[in-house]
């Protein structure tokens, strides 16, 4: 009824509340890492890696296809115990910046270069915040600073010092932050071409 005239074929659900949600609206449960992939390759044919950032945990896909060109999962890692190098982090030192995020999000994406900062801890994030803004450091060079930080942060935690292969589709709701992505090119050497975010997968 919300959705107007459009014919529903099926529904699925996945996430930390799959199961029960599944049940109440009769949909069927999906694995979370199986549902981004499939989403991925979906869109984007082509995608050999999958950079997933939502607001609380972060995932790393790698995607092969077998020899008749079906795509199947090679490799994941996942990250959910600690909020660092999420969505979460990104909104928190915003707000300490006294920003929204979108406009955090266009200044970092706009900066001339990024501070250095630590991802590792939003603690260590906090201390450099203030050191850099005793420094009368500009402000959107200091949201390009966390862009940066959270990106090195997700690369050496999930990626563990391996490189993600081209294409590369940025997920999750961090995907919307262009400072984020702008990070991720620039520290993998990538353009607009090999690493794109869902946002303009079809792109």
Known sequence: ARIGDVEVSGAAVTGSGKELIAGLIGAVPVNEIVAHATGAWTVRPDVS???EIGGQ????IRVCRDASGSHYIQDHAFNELCAAGTG?????QAGRLGL???TFSSLAAAAAK??????????FAKSDMIHLQQKATPTDEIAAGLCFALARNYLATLCRGRT???PVLIQGGVASNDGVV???????GMD????????????
């Open 49 to 51: 890696s999958i950079i």
């Open 57 to 60: 945990d972060s995932k790393f």
């Open 88 to 92: 979460a982090f990104l909104d928190q």
């Open 100 to 102: 929204d995020i979108e």
């Open 114 to 123: 990024p501070a250095r900062l630590s991802g590792r801890c939003s603690v």
């Open 164 to 166: 993600p292969e081209a």
């Open 182 to 188: 702008r990070a991720f090119r620039e520290l993998l």
């Open 192 to 203: 607009a071409a090999t690493l794109r975010s869902s946002r303009n997968a079809r792109t």
